[in-house]
């Protein structure tokens, strides 16, 4: 495929475009040659990938959070708190998956993640003006929630995004995003907490 070529059908994708057009001629070669991705597939692949980065940063970040924190008051709570998100996790999971089918995938997107984003904030504030210690088990609980709905509303809007060709050449390249966002922030965690404190590092998870 020549380049003319790539770069018409680069523009003529109606997603967002992350690429400049200018610099268009050699990533297009780099990721065809490095990944096997279609110009025509570039834009879509590349927000999947910063998609998936920010679903496993905002789970890492989350788990960073609620697992200091729970222990800091209930060192010995872990062991049930294992079973109890079991529970919590396995019911919100088997009705959400009753639901998701109902409604269209983007809007679903946009609520979930709405609804997440303020429930993120109100444990902030919970955290600031509550000393109640029943705090840090939901908030464990919430943030296995979030991680295990996120996933799967992710990959269930992949398989919509791409077909089941494209999933085997591309799903590759976007894990590569979770895992990434994985060392980042698995790694950089502590460094964070250290920083910003533990309890702030909420708002990390609502901007993610």
Known sequence: MNFDKALSLY??????????????????SFFHLAFKIKPEELNRVLLMFLFSLCTVANIVVGRNISKPLL????????QYMY??????????SFVFMRIIDY????????????????????????LYYSHNPLVYPILYAFFEVVGTTT?????????????????????????????LAAIIFGFGGGYLAKVLGVENLLFVCFII
């Open 71 to 78: 222990l800091s008051y209930y060192p010995e709570a872990l």
């Open 103 to 126: 409604f269209r995938r983007d809007r679903m997107l946009i609520f979930t993640f709405s609804l997440f984003g303020i429930c993120i904030l109100l444990s902030r504030a919970g």
């Open 83 to 92: 079973l109890t998100s079991a529970v919590v996790v396995s019911l919100s």
């Open 151 to 179: 996933t799967i509303q992710f990959w269930t809007f992949a398989n919509d995004v791409f077909d089941s060709r494209q999933a085997k050449r591309l799903f590759g390249f976007i894990g590569i995003g979770g895992v």
């Open 11 to 28: 523009r003529s994708d109606k997603t967002l475009q992350i690429l400049l057009a200018e610099t268009f001629p050699l990533l297009v």
